[in-house]
């Protein structure tokens, strides 16, 4: 689902500005969980006041900048690089882990880790290692680079949410965040460029987006996350430029170059270190 969402937003971006993609995106993300959490929203009031700062900080991260820079930065590169450069997660989430939390990683989860960005590097600067020391980056990569911070630190904080919170409860909440916060980037969008044609690509676009990249892979994610801690689910975002990738070839026309089969083949080392058995089990987390 959210490999489609990188293909999608590559797709969709010369009809409408990243920022107004995302806030549509949230709104119908909005309706259509609020006939489903209403009753349990008003019932939980006084537990998500208590918590508004976490709330409001998995929303700024994970809904809003996250998001308008993904799909700013597709605006310059394409969805192989960008989903390529979303390999660079598992590291920020481990590093973010450890300093915020003391939570470990295993030795061969952080040679993995390694690997995966070394590829992701590799994407980046096109094979020519020699970019990194002069900076030459396209605008879009480093966008990217930018946006994965944000998702680190949304599933570094994700894995310590109040239990007491239910899962459609915490994802409309923080949808609700995210899209208070959305709206300023949004009217500026408006303001400079107009409003987009509510063609049948964008409508359909936004609608895949808010159901499957928005309600559904959340609800996913935010519920792995509480089962086996961030920094084994950051292994599995892995997976998602292998997806990003496929769905960029069959439906975007985008093309496969030596460099990308060189960072793919490092990004693949890096998901058998990582999610090896041994692994896996010395990196078990402690139960909250």
Aim: proline content about 5%; some cysteine; glycine content about 8%.
């Amino acid at each position: 689902m959210w490999g489609g969402n990188f293909t999608v937003g590559r797709y969709i971006h010369s009809q409408i500005a990243p920022g107004t993609l995302n806030l549509l995106r949230w709104s119908l993300v909005v309706l259509i969980l609020l006939p489903f959490t209403f009753r349990a929203l008003h019932r939980q009031r006084e537990l998500l006041f208590r918590h508004w700062r976490f709330i409001a900080a998995l929303g700024v991260t994970g809904i809003t900048l996250f998001h308008t820079f993904v799909y700013s930065a597709l605006n310059w590169t394409g969805a192989v690089n960008a989903t390529l450069i979303f390999t660079t997660i598992p590291m920020f989430i481990v590093a973010m882990s450890w300093v915020l939390f003391r939570e470990p990683a295993s030795m061969r989860q952080f040679f993995g880790i390694v690997a995966s960005m070394f590829g992701a590097l590799v994407v980046i600067t096109r094979g020519d290692l020699g970019l990194v020391l002069t900076l030459e980056f396209n605008r879009g990569d480093l966008l990217m680079l930018i946006a994965v911070p944000n998702w680190a630190l949304y599933s570094v904080l994700l894995r310590h949410r109040p239990a007491e919170i239910e899962p459609l409860v915490l994802v409309m909440s923080t949808g609700i965040t995210g899209l208070i916060c959305q709206v300023p980037i949004a009217l500026w969008e408006v303001v400079d460029q107009g409003w987009p044609a509510l063609t049948t690509p964008v409508a359909l676009s936004v609608g895949y987006v808010a159901v499957f990249a928005g309600v559904v892979a959340y609800l996913c994610w935010n519920r792995g996350v509480a089962e086996v801690g961030a920094n084994r689910a950051g292994l599995f975002l892995n997976l998602v430029p292998l997806f990003g990738a496929l769905l960029a070839v069959v439906f975007l026309g985008e093309s496969i170059y030596a460099f990308h089969w060189v960072g793919a083949a490092l990004v693949g080392a890096g998901i058998y270190l990582s999610s090896s058995r041994t692994a896996l089990k010395s990196s078990r987390p402690q139960s909250p």
